[in-house]
């Protein structure tokens, strides 16, 4: 959004206004917008008072990751005006009974753009119904559609979904009530830099945002507790009406200039949150994982797990995906230190923390609850895909439903059964999540380097089997390394 009032002056003669000069250089160049300056935050005691202007179809960002920073307050507020036909931009959508789920109960939604459907089962049987419209967005993606909202970058060109359907386009995003695809995603545009194929994506702004936060001085600064920032952050830069409910409002300067973390030019509307349920998603803590620590060898994911957190290296930087990878973290070497990242930002992951130091406002990509060692940070999820795309980790560990032999991933969730072919296939069946991305490939039963263009070759091989098992069950060719070993697990 261009400023307001442009003002631009320099030595010598002014133009006046209206009348075109030779050079800025040589003049003064003065442009008019019919606006009224931005008043200064308002502050609000009524949530329901601070969101009824939110009117019917509007398009509203809604913060938070999981459950972890939603606006409890300023949601249920919505839920009292009965505003409806909501397009959301989200990172994902709640669960069934709270957070955004509580309006989906009441079908006040109309479109949802987010990144993660996650467990809302009522989201997804309205959005088979022909009742909801998805439109699934890969999450770094998102965080930079509405970074760039914020901006005023109208688009922008990322590597990110080239080959999948996010740039082929296909992707359902609305059915019909029986069951045809009555709005599908369109293709996006492609270009090439350097020998790396990207694709158009257009930023996203919102009438309003709706933004928690933990505390705003009279000013109408913003500041985050822990990883709570997550989405919050750049949604606050991308709406017309910024509308943030915090849990502390106190006077100017109580925090110093350079603790602020949004400042009060993207503010516009402040309230102090009645009450905070602040529900936990996944409750994790150190004694519930000192008892799964005892699982053996004979569990196929402690297998993986444990071959996978040979991966890890002195100093690295490392992002985990949700479910197996995620527990890699437990096996690291107490002899090595690997700074774990998490795109909900968070930089410097610890263990699960003890029951009496579990916090609503801290948790990982997978929902559940965890510590920071010291010398961690905490950053919004803009900053944290940046920090992926920036090339800026070492490694990156994902789970898989299905890889090809030239490193291409499938790791959506679709609706239907799962497929009983081979995992590791001459071309995925699934969706793809990225193409040629994946290096390496850990089963329980082996291990393959990908090769972009010549395939796969095994490396590792699981105690008791042979080539021969393998290639029974995996669904292409491959090569053999000529020092292939034992397949190695981290000792205790």
Known sequence: MAARRLLAAALGSCVPAGRAGPALSQGCFRRSFATSPRPRAKFYT??????????????????????????????????????????????????????????????????????YVGENTLCESQYLAGELELELTPQGTLAERIRAGGAGVPAFYTPTGYGTLVQEGGTPIRYAPDGHLAIMS???????????????????????????????????????RKSARNFNAPMCKAADVTAVEVEEIVEVGTFPPEDIHVPSIYVDRVIKGPKYEKRIERLRFREQQAGEAKVGDKDIRTRIIKRAALEFEDGMFANLGIGIPLLASNFISPNMTVHLHSENGVLGLGPFPPRAEVDADLINAGKETVSVFPGGSFFGSDESFAMIRGGHLHLTMLGAMQVSQYGDL?????????????????????????????????TEKAVFDVHKKKGLTLVELWKGLTVDDIKKITGCAFAVCPNLRPMQQVTP
Do not use: Y
């Open 46 to 115: 009524d949530p329901v008072e601070m969101v009824k202007d939110i009117s019917d179809g509007a398009t509203i960002m809604v913060g938070g990751f999981g459950l972890c920073g939603i606006p409890e307050n300023l949601i249920a507020a919505l839920l009292r005006t009965g505003v409806k036909d909501l397009k959301v931009v989200s990172s994902n959508v709640g669960v069934e009974d709270f957070g955004l789920g509580l309006l989906m109960a009441t079908k006040q939604i109309r479109r949802v753009v987010c990144s």
């Open 186 to 224: 369109q293709p996006r545009e492609v270009r090439e830099f350097g020998e790396e194929h990207c694709l158009l994506e257009r930023a996203i702004r919102a009438d309003f945002a709706l933004i928690k936060g933990w505390k705003a001085d009279r000013e109408g600064n913003v500041i985050f």
């Open 410 to 442: 499938a790791n959506w969730m679709i609706p239907g059964k799962k497929s009983n072919t081979p995992k590791i296939m001459d071309k995925c069946t699934m969706p793809l999540t990225g193409k040629r991305c994946v290096d390496r490939i850990i």
